[in-house]
């Protein structure tokens, strides 16, 4: 979550650049750890389904254009 948060703080700053790169960055460290999980429906669950996560995803698709995983 601090990691979105400062992603968020960032591009509510106006640096956008940085504010990219933490999101990536968070995004990153987010799939490390969802591919831990083992069990699919718990793994969806962590990425899509809890709320800093699911925001973590929207942003990346949302600044990024990409995909989020």
Wanted: glycine share 2%; with cysteine; charged share 35%.
């Amino acid at each position: 979550m601090v990691r979105l948060v400062h992603a968020e703080a960032l591009s509510v700053c106006g640096r956008r650049a940085e504010a990219a790169r933490a999101i990536a960055e968070a995004r990153a460290r987010q799939l490390e750890r969802a591919a831990k999980i083992r069990d699919e429906v718990f793994r969806e669950h962590f990425l899509e389904r809890a709320a800093d996560n699911a925001r973590t995803l929207e942003l990346v698709r949302a600044w990024l254009g990409e995909a989020a995983e």
